[in-house]
């Protein structure tokens, strides 16, 4: 039988970064040896003290359902460390924890977001951003950045696409980036509020790696920089980078009390809450610490660093430096522009080098950043290595 399939489900393209994972994968399956500098997701096992609370939770049987918005304790742990971290007061009430940050920023849009609204992007992008203003009948409006100002907004540009725009809705902000690793600064993201105000936009600042930044710089919430600001700001954050919890699933959503009450009760009709063992084992790892988060920040800007040295030998590579999350995102235009094996978008690019060089990268369009691939650095030192070597071969024979 032929269903005819709804406008929204035929235009959401399936996850780049999923579908390189998944073909890498398959090939390791088949026993090939492949390097996956696809995955989004540390390479480190969720430190035991979270574990061991997620399993006494089972054992306690804390396996019913729990308040959709979240288990008060943990909310307030949130609140907590809002204060602690972020510099921000926010009451355990307009905080809902949700099955990851996707669907905390999905419950966000639904919330705020109606039909032809306009969501500015700043490109590149992480893969999800535009597929979820489309999943609400909205429109994404890319505004692109430079590597010239290491991928960050420009405000003047902001400010001009508002003038031009009919429906301006809302603006998601991404710092630590994914994919460019770029961190915002205190004074940028003060300028860049200062035009959201203006123009009455409401900003959802994605925070998901704020523990994850290198060189000794602090991760600043734009919420942070003035109550009016925080009066304006949906803080997206969870547990799954920072902590190794990828698949355990919680993410939070705080910001402003209307809209986290309608996020809330959209989620008790779609997920209804966190599964309670997860929500247990997050408010250990917001109320402990055994030092696994900074061994693992440490471990990646170790990672970073040596990525860095070696892309720096290859005259014709071109890279902005990461300061937070676990990529590096190098522009290989020169290598699509000149070579004699009919390569001339990234796509092709990633394609050419997973089947003849048994590496796997993410394409820069999928990110809205053509020329360019994405390499995630939460791998081990010898795949890192090898992988390296692989590249330089790979771009040396596209050459020859």
């Known amino acids: 039988m032929n269903f005819l399939l709804s406008h929204r489900a035929r235009a959401i393209k399936p996850?780049?970064?999923?579908?390189?994972?998944?073909?890498?994968?398959?090939?390791?399956?088949e026993g090939k040896d492949v390097i996956n500098f696809g995955v989004g997701e540390p390479d480190f096992n969720t430190p035991e003290y979270i574990k061991q609370e997620g399993i006494r939770s089972i054992e306690n049987n804390f396996t019913r359902y729990t308040a959709s918005s979240g288990i008060k304790e943990l909310r307030e742990a949130i609140s907590d460390k809002l204060k602690r971290d972020n510099d921000l007061d926010c009451n355990p009430d307009d905080i809902l924890v949700s099955p990851g940050a996707k669907a905390s920023i999905i419950n966000v849009l639904m919330s705020v977001?109606?039909?032809?609204?306009?969501?500015?992007?700043?490109?590149?992008?992480?893969?999800?951003?535009?597929?979820?203003?489309?999943?609400?009948?909205?429109?994404?409006?890319?505004?692109?950045?430079?590597?010239?100002?290491?991928?960050?907004?420009?405000?003047?540009?902001?400010?001009?696409?508002?003038?031009?725009?009919?429906?301006?809705?809302?603006?998601?902000?991404?710092?630590?980036?994914?994919?460019?690793?770029?961190?915002?600064?205190?004074?940028e993201l003060e300028k860049i509020a200062e035009?959201?105000?203006?123009?009455?936009?409401?900003?959802i600042s994605d925070?998901?790696?704020?523990?994850?930044?290198?060189?000794?710089?602090?991760?600043?919430?734009i919420a942070s920089i003035s109550e009016q600001v925080r009066d304006n700001t949906i803080v997206i954050n969870g547990v799954s980078k920072a902590y190794a919890m990828t698949g355990w699933r919680l993410g939070y959503a705080a910001g402003p009390t209307e809209i986290i009450k309608m996020a809330s009760r959209i989620q008790s009709h779609t997920t209804s809450c966190v599964n309670s063992m997860t929500q247990k084992?997050?408010?250990?790892?917001?109320?402990?610490?055994?030092?696994?988060?900074?061994?693992?920040?440490?471990?990646?800007?170790?990672?970073?660093?040596?990525?860095?040295?070696?892309?720096?030998?290859?005259?014709?590579?071109?890279?902005?430096?990461?300061?937070?999350?676990?990529?590096?995102?190098?522009n290989i235009g020169h290598y699509i522009?000149?070579?004699?094996?009919?390569?001339?978008n990234s796509v092709k690019f990633c394609e050419f080098i997973l089947k003849n060089y048994l590496v796997a990268l993410v394409p820069g369009s999928?990110?809205?950043?053509?020329?360019?691939v994405r390499f995630s650095y939460a791998n081990s030192m010898e795949n890192l290595v090898e992988g390296m070597k692989r590249f330089k071969q790979a771009l040396e024979d596209m050459e020859n």
């Open 366 to 372: 999928a990110f809205g950043a053509e020329n360019h």
């Open 207 to 221: 925070e998901i790696y704020e523990k994850l930044i290198y060189d000794d710089l602090k991760h600043v919430s």
């Open 337 to 344: 522009r000149n070579n004699k094996k009919r390569i001339r």
């Open 113 to 187: 977001v109606d039909p032809r609204d306009e969501v500015i992007i700043p490109s590149p992008y992480w893969v999800s951003y535009t597929s979820q203003v489309e999943m609400v009948d909205a429109h994404p409006v890319l505004l692109k950045t430079s590597p010239l100002y290491d991928f960050k907004i420009n405000p003047k540009k902001l400010d001009k696409i508002l003038n031009e725009l009919c429906n301006p809705k809302c603006i998601i902000l991404n710092s630590p980036n994914n994919p460019t690793g770029s961190v915002y600064t205190r004074n």
């Open 15 to 29: 996850s780049p970064t999923l579908t390189v994972s998944a073909l890498a994968n398959k090939m390791k399956a």
């Open 281 to 330: 084992a997050a408010l250990a790892a917001l109320t402990k610490d055994d030092g696994s988060v900074e061994t693992m920040r440490k471990t990646f800007e170790i990672r970073r660093n040596y990525l860095i040295s070696e892309m720096s030998t290859i005259k014709k590579l071109k890279f902005n430096i990461p300061q937070g999350a676990f990529y590096i995102m190098p």
């Open 195 to 203: 035009v959201c105000l203006k123009h009455k936009i409401l900003i």
